[in-house]
């Protein structure tokens, strides 16, 4: 279901942040005590989480779907050229940022001829993340508004941004600073985890106390036996099998003219029928990329694949559910 529902972004600054609905050119705003919150830099976490919480409060905003957006100077970033030691640039720019190991958040994007690398303090996002989830909001990303908007301040996005920002949704899973594993997690503060625990061994106690008391009665009296509750099991997506139920879009991600005309033709000839491309505003990609949003048999991915394959240097599949389209494929480089 990634960044299928989003309807919010929330674009943390350097000393405020704001709420902006996809359907409104309003914005909420929340500008943090400079004691609580400066220039990037949680002083107090405690008020910290009571400012947005009070600001929520006041708001009675649904909670939503939501992707977090930071601004410049919540996060890092620098661009080497792709050489032979740009891993020692990135170790250097490590040091410059000054991020203890533990806290450092990083996105590498390689294009062509350039390595991004994007750094921001994790804490501070997941701090934000913490007290959106304790009222029932989904947060889906922590993206940075550098892939989106031009500048090296604290700039302000409006309404159109936010439509790109929400729309785009193939910048939202490059920049994304969630780990794949850990997309929609609960974020729990190192306090929650100790009452987590605590609760967790008293329902391990209590659950054999009652588990020792029932078995005494059956064994005992052979009169009482406890009921069994059935667990209803989640019933399976069916795959889809047929060519003609598939729709996919193919993006050109490279901005060679007619890239994602060619993949459509073959497509075509493969038996697909409902078809359509578009072009990326990220015109470097190296590798293409297949993204399965719903579930389609073994015999239409091989048949994907093998023709790709003929075509492209390297190909990455993913299972998520990005858009209603049935498959996304994003375009990259030519075999050599």
Known sequence: MLF????????????????????????????????????????????????IIEFLIKLSMIPQDSVIILADGVFFQKSFHLISDFNEKIKHFHK?????????????????????CLATNKSIYELVMYVFQEQGWIIEGVVPVTLYVDGDSDVEIGNEQVKHIIGDTLRLHIGNFLDNNIKNKKINLPWKKLIVVLLSISLIIGGLFVFNYYSTLITTENKIVPSVAVIPMATPIPEISKKEDISIKVINGTGIVGQAGKVKALLIKEGFIKIETSNSDIRDTTETVIIYNKPVTKQIKAAISKDLGEVFEKIIEKNEKATDTTIEIITGDYLK
């Open 96 to 116: 410059e940022i000054n991020i203890p190991k533990n806290d450092l958040a990083e996105k590498i994007i390689k294009t062509k001829n350039t390595v991004y």
């Open 4 to 51: 299928q529902k989003l309807k919010i972004v929330i674009y943390l600054r350097q000393n405020s942040l704001e709420l902006h609905e996809i359907d409104s050119v309003e914005t909420q705003k929340l500008i943090f005590s400079k004691s609580v919150y400066k220039n990037g830099e949680v002083i107090d976490m405690e008020k910290f989480k009571d400012e």
